[in-house]
């Protein structure tokens, strides 16, 4: 299983548009857009597909193609356990004395 963060959607892409425009390339195991805690969606997205041949052709078809009039930006998505946050990189801001 692969994952993809697709952005810069326009707020008023529906996960039936994307399932429309990703389906093609395999099965399709998730379609999430993001919103905020007012349900406004936030312009991401990630998808899940059952193949990680499929996301990759699916990633190098339709990066940098338009949906509802935006370009989407696709890249492949890792997993929660395998991401760094800032605070690893000892970069957390915070107070400067």
């Given amino acids: 299983m692969k994952s993809l963060y697709v952005g810069n959607l326009a707020h008023d892409t529906?996960?039936?548009d994307l399932r429309a425009v990703f389906s093609p390339f395999g099965k399709l195991v998730s379609v999430r857009i993001a919103s905020d805690r007012g349900g406004r969606p936030k312009g991401f997205a990630f998808i899940e597909m059952a193949d990680a041949a499929a996301a990759a052709a699916a990633t190098e078809s339709l990066k940098g193609t338009q949906l509802?009039?935006?370009t989407m930006d696709i890249v492949e998505s890792?997993?929660?356990?395998k991401r760094r946050s800032n605070w690893s990189r000892g970069?957390?801001?915070g107070r400067r004395r």
């Fill in 14 to 16: 529906t996960v039936a």
């Fill in 68 to 70: 509802n009039g935006r």
């Fill in 78 to 81: 890792e997993p929660p356990g």
């Fill in 91 to 93: 970069r957390a801001g």
